[in-house]
């Protein structure tokens, strides 16, 4: 049981919920666009869902594979430096979890691994992997790789409906600023951080916002996204301000924790901004469970 714990943990579960908020919100946008409001393939959801379970606890497991020895003297808690899990075996499983997720996303269309939903799972798990592997380190192609993780996974839920990609496809660049701007702040964590980078993640946090408002103003659904909007801001900004007031590595990570959380209303604001305001309420749903698996498990 310690040992199943332990792979769970090395999952991140609180995440993995922002990130079927991604599934559900590209679904939504979807929607809109190709006219299917009634009449949704439910299997094709599911098998979404599992896919991005997949690949983002794929992603996150080997990230620790990676950092197992950086994590022996910063984050010595972890499955691995306490030697709960090997580092062989997380390393199979997060491999288990991509492929898994790989596969799932091929079986939503009947053209398999050829099909935009695979092509798309694909390139997350290599987009992953490099993040893991290299660029994380890197003060500018790291937070820009971990974003297009995540806009691709926004991708992945509107590939369900893959004649809209070409036609909202281009939205997946608001979660690559985003993710951008935590990845930023998160470089701080552990030792802290510098005042200049905050401001910048205000900024880009400031672009997201502005991106939302847009589309919902040109859909004539201002005032949907406006609601959700509204809540985004005071989950991001509060912990945010406490980190520029003192960029402490505890208030760097919970302004961290905050940002990831936040992910889920986010994407209600993105199902808002395009009228689907029941994907908009079943996606904030997600946000207690969230909230609570946070409580249990590591975020950060």
Not at 149 to 175: D, E, K, T
Not at 177 to 201: C, D, F, P, Q
Not at 257 to 283: Q, S
Request: charged share 10%.
């Amino acid at each position: 049981m310690d040992k199943l714990i332990g792979l769970l943990r090395l999952m991140r579960p609180a995440n993995i919920v922002t990130a079927v908020s991604d599934i559900l919100a590209g679904i939504a946008i979807a929607a809109y666009a190709g006219d299917n409001v009634i009449s949704y393939p439910w299997q094709s959801i599911a098998l979404l869902i599992i896919s991005t379970i997949g690949l983002y606890g794929g992603g996150v497991v080997l990230n620790d594979v990676f950092d197992a020895e950086l994590d022996k003297a910063e984050r010595p808690e972890r499955p691995i430096p306490t030697g709960l899990i090997s580092k062989n075996a997380a390393a199979l499983w997060g491999t288990v979890l991509l492929l898994g997720g790989i596969a799932a996303a091929a079986a939503v269309h009947t053209t398999g691994l050829f099909s935009s939903s695979a092509l798309i799972a694909i390139a997350i798990a290599v987009c992953a992997v490099v993040y893991d592997k290299w660029m994380k380190h890197n003060s500018f192609l790291g937070p820009l790789n971990m974003g297009f993780c995540r806009g691709l996974n926004l991708l992945l839920g509107i590939s369900m409906f893959p004649a809209v990609l070409p036609q909202y496809g281009y939205i997946a660049i608001v979660p690559v600023i985003y993710i951008a701007a935590i990845t930023m702040i998160s470089r701080g964590e552990v030792h802290g951080g510098k005042k200049n980078t905050l401001y910048g993640a205000v900024l880009l946090y400031a672009v997201v916002i502005a991106g939302i408002l847009t589309i919902g103003f040109v859909n004539n659904y201002i005032w949907h996204a406006m609601a959700f909007v509204v809540l985004f801001s005071a989950m991001i900004f509060p912990p945010l301000q406490r980190a520029i007031r003192n960029p402490a590595g505890a208030l760097m990570g919970k302004a961290v924790k905050a940002g990831v959380i936040a992910l889920i209303v986010m994407n209600a604001a993105w199902a808002a901004a395009f009228g689907m305001i029941y994907f908009a309420l079943v996606i904030l749903l997600l946000l207690p469970v969230s909230l609570l698996l946070a409580k249990l498990f590591a975020v950060t």
